[in-house]
């Protein structure tokens, strides 16, 4: 009789407790907020951020940067720029989808240095890792991370918020 009594017991506790591990598993399971598609032709960049050269181009695909949270933006940069050194205050990471991205690790631009990379190609920069980058060409690279989103130039005069401040 005591083995049916435990086997009975047994049952009805998984009747009672199952509902809520279901939902607690459904719950923590669950992913983040559904991002709607874009389409090729439904991406439209614009100025970017203050924390941007004027000559970069931004859209947002994914969350928002300046929170909490997994973000996605683009970036368009015209032939022959250079983004001066900075840093981020967590991992970022970067697939070129257009172009030639040249980019290294470091305080100043040295592309004998750098890593090229072409449309596919990915690298992450660490945070705190002081890079730089160099296109060829009209170069786009998607760029994803955790927020919130900071980054500071290596140096303080290439920072464009300072020359917002200065007109």
Do not use: C
Not at 68 to 93: C, K, N, Q, V, W
């Amino acid at each position: 009789m005591r083995p049916q009594f435990l086997t009975v017991a047994a049952v009805a506790s998984l009747a009672v407790l199952a509902p809520h591990a279901a939902a607690q598993a459904t719950h923590a399971a669950a992913p983040h907020p559904a991002v709607p598609p874009h389409s090729a032709a439904a991406v439209k960049f614009g100025p970017g951020p203050d924390f941007l050269p004027k000559q970069v181009q931004f859209v947002l695909l994914q969350g928002d940067p300046s929170k909490p949270g997994i973000y996605t933006i683009r970036l368009h940069f015209p032939s022959g720029f250079h983004f001066p050194a900075h840093y981020h205050p967590a991992d970022e990471h970067v697939t070129v989808l257009q172009g030639t991205f040249i980019v290294g690790m470091g305080d100043s631009i040295n592309v004998a240095k750098g890593q090229t990379l072409t449309a596919g190609g990915f690298i992450t920069a660490p945070a705190n890792g002081h890079h730089w980058a160099v296109t060829r060409g009209i170069t786009v690279v998607q760029v994803s991370g955790e927020g919130p989103f900071g980054i500071t130039y290596v140096k303080e005069s290439d920072d464009p918020r300072h020359a917002h401040m200065s007109h």
